[in-house]
């Protein structure tokens, strides 16, 4: 079972307890109490709790991302006191992944290694060109097949956005102090064919 959750600069331990709230039950197992997937989510279920933009959370004043110390504990220690008792909880078929750009982005934080430690890390590198033209070309084809006037620019479309793309990252869009005020990103492409979609919709009445 996956539950996604996209984190950002303010995010705290309290998004993955109130995950827990709602994937998961308290069971008395002898002496212990352990944090589990819900029945109805199926017998000897996973919950799989995804992280996006994982490395956004800011540092406090001792240089710690919190809710990452939090899940480090979750790792390392197998459990977390509960506040309301004091009481030991284990956790029991419960995984964290994660996903996040470069720390050197803006707004980004370099990890604790004593959190990396217990991650193995894939590192997935940005399209070349000819995959970019063969992603953008099956996206464009895609969106093409509503407007069958334009059934044959496919290619000439697809070769112009990833032309003009590789171009604007070649060439610093500055204001008179230097300052970058765009920033491009794959999601540039997308956009366009989306707004090319938009206009070309019939309005009403016409």
Request: hydrophobic share 35%; net charge neutral.
């Amino acid at each position: 079972v996956l539950a996604s959750l996209n984190f950002s600069s303010r995010t705290t331990p309290e998004i993955i307890l109130k995950t827990f709230d709602q994937y998961c039950s308290y069971v008395r197992k002898g002496k212990d109490i352990v944090l589990e997937p819900i029945e109805s989510l199926g017998a000897q279920s996973w919950l799989v709790v995804f992280c996006d933009e994982i490395n956004l959370p800011e540092e406090d004043a001792y240089g710690t991302q919190r809710v990452i110390m939090f899940m480090r504990q979750l790792v390392e220690q197998g459990g977390f006191w509960r506040k309301k008792d004091n009481a030991w909880i284990k956790i029991n078929r419960i995984q964290f992944v994660g996903a996040c750009n470069p720390p050197t982005d803006a707004g980004r934080v370099s990890m604790s290694q004593r959190f990396l430690r217990h991650a193995p890390l894939l590192l997935v590198d940005f399209p070349a060109t000819d995959s970019l033209k063969q992603i953008y070309r099956t996206f464009n084809g895609g969106m093409m097949k509503i407007f069958p006037d334009l059934k044959g620019e496919t290619d000439p479309m697809t070769e112009a956005m990833v032309e003009l793309y590789s171009e604007a990252q070649t060439e610093e869009v500055q204001t008179g102090d230097a300052a970058t005020i765009l920033l491009f990103s794959s999601r540039t492409k997308s956009l366009g064919t989306r707004n090319l979609r938009m206009h070309r919709r019939p309005r009403p009445g016409s």
